[in-house]
């Protein structure tokens, strides 16, 4: 339900080297550490195997990033000669003058010439230092949709069933990183044109296009997720689907009533948001020469997001038509969201096919490969392929479809059942699906949409000490990027604070 961004990488940078304060001298340096950490940290994720122990690593990122922003805010508004407002609420002004050409380099993650190369060595260089904050408040917004999707693909895909209050408190911290991530992305898509680069093309990552449709991604993902913490149908679906349930055993699973028309309003503006997303994505670099669009991968599972949205919808207008009595209409309804989901094949086959299941007439090897497809399924998840992990073939794992597998399981689990309902007791006529569809209602907001993003800033104690000289000892040695690479780390060149110093061939006691 929720996309899993490829974190970006970067190289060694000293920011004391190109800038200078003559107010808080530190102040450069203090930045440098920052980023080096940052630096670490990405790096040392790009090496894990993709899965829990990425999910888990990514606090340490987001830490990382909280960390330096403050110093960047206090560096850009040093540059622009505008004083900052700490934490206490009063306003320092910070003096920063530019010493050298200032080129930080980030590899770009949503450019399709570096996903299909990958490992790629490319990397995007800048000269400014908006460039710099422009990369690491995109990183921040992948890492909060990382960690709404970690956290909800790991409570809803869990090995033993989650209850109400699990799925509750999940989809809650989901919801409000993806909020927050829509505002990272806000705060980019109105952020000052002077990110030139000097890369050829320039990366479609700080497009203000691309930024605009994820902050528009991130709405629908959080548009939808409302609707999953109460959604009992696929609950239901996931739940009998998983082998180490033994919930079955004491009791059936409940489907309470919900309220579907508020819900399919709901999901109509989810998938308008997923709507605006794709032609927002797919527009940047049409128009290049060069191949610098949007990784299509992304791209597809928009779309794939906006079908399963709209699918939703109309499963919950048929849920309240069969509620009240109209089942000929919800089964309409059914059918509707079957074809809004583009899955293959008509009811006439569905319908063949629940027969023949149901009298045994099936064949034995459509039986095994059936379950053997769901078998793979079900190891890939609880291995957490399904949070994150993107197959060599370039295919999404079954997690990241956004959820249109599952939605197709519970549409096909509820017409079965409706069909034969109105087969044996109520008897309706069932009207064509679409002048449903051309009567769809316009859709409803449920989350305001979040302001821009504001940056952090530096507390009263922190710039007090950055009025101190720099310590030249707490230097950071970086290699050049030929020679590191991407497993290279440059590391932290300070001494342990309290203990004795290293011994040398020229120490005398």
């Not at 859709?443 to 101190?468: F, W």
């Amino acid at each position: 339900m929720v996309y899993p961004f490829t974190l970006p990488t970067t190289s060694h940078l000293s920011l004391q080297s190109s800038l200078s304060s003559s107010t808080h001298p530190s102040l450069p340096q203090a930045a440098s550490t920052a980023r080096h950490a940052l630096r670490v940290a990405l790096k040392t994720h790009k090496q894990l195997p993709p899965g829990p122990q990425q999910d888990a690593h990514l606090p340490t990122i987001l830490t990382a990033l909280t960390d330096y922003l403050p110093y960047l805010h206090a560096l850009s508004a040093g540059l622009a000669d505008k004083p900052i407002e700490t934490t206490s609420g009063t306003r320092e002004l910070i003096t920063v003058i530019p010493r050298a050409d200032l080129a930080p380099e980030w590899r770009p993650t949503l450019s399709s010439p570096a996903a299909a190369t990958a490992p790629s060595r490319t990397r995007a260089r800048g000269h400014t230092l908006d460039f710099e904050i422009a990369f690491v408040l995109t990183t921040l917004g992948y890492v909060l949709s990382g960690l709404a999707h970690s956290g909800v693909t790991r409570t809803v895909y869990a090995t033993s069933t989650p209850t109400a209050d699990q799925r509750t408190a999940a989809v809650q911290s989901a919801t409000r990183s993806l909020l927050q991530a829509s505002a990272v992305h806000t705060l980019l898509a109105s952020w000052p044109p002077n990110l030139a680069s000097t890369s050829t093309p320039p990366p479609p990552d700080t497009n203000p296009t691309t930024q605009t449709a994820l902050a528009s991604l991130a709405l629908s993902e959080a548009t939808l997720l409302a609707v999953l913490k109460d959604d009992s149908y696929i609950a239901a679906c996931i739940q009998a689907r998983n082998p180490h349930d033994r919930d079955w055993m004491v009791r059936a699973p409940e489907i309470p009533k919900v309220r579907a028309h508020l819900f399919a309003r709901l999901c109509l503006r989810a998938a308008e948001y997923a709507d605006q997303a794709a032609a927002g994505l797919g527009s940047v670099g049409a128009h290049a020469k060069a191949k610098a669009g949007v990784d299509e991968r992304l791209v597809r599972y928009v779309r794939v997001l906006s079908r399963v949205a709209r699918a939703r919808a109309c499963r919950f207008f048929g849920v309240d038509a069969e509620l009240a009595g109209r089942i000929g209409e919800g089964i309409a309804w059914l059918r509707a969201a079957r074809g809004a989901l583009g899955v293959q094949g008509g009811m006439a086959g569905k319908k063949d096919r629940a027969e023949k299941a149901e009298k045994g007439a099936a064949s034995g090897l459509d039986r095994l490969k059936q379950g053997w497809m769901e078998r793979r399924e079900e190891r890939r998840l609880e291995k957490g392929a399904g949070g994150g992990s993107r197959e060599k073939s370039g295919e999404l794992g079954p997690g990241d479809y956004a959820g249109r597998e599952e939605e197709g399981r519970v549409i096909e689990m509820l017409e079965v059942k409706w069909v034969r309902m109105n087969d044996t007791i109520n008897t309706q006529l069932i009207p064509p699906s679409t002048d449903l569809l051309n009567s769809l209602p316009s859709g409803r907001d449920i989350h305001s949409p979040p302001g821009p993003y504001k940056l952090p800033a530096l507390d009263d104690e922190q710039l007090a000490q950055m009025r101190a000289p720099p310590d030249d000892t707490g230097s950071i040695s970086g290699e050049s990027d030929e020679e590191e690479g991407d497993e290279g780390l440059g590391q932290m060149q300070t001494g342990t604070p309290g203990a004795y110093p290293e011994r040398t061939e020229s120490a005398y006691y």
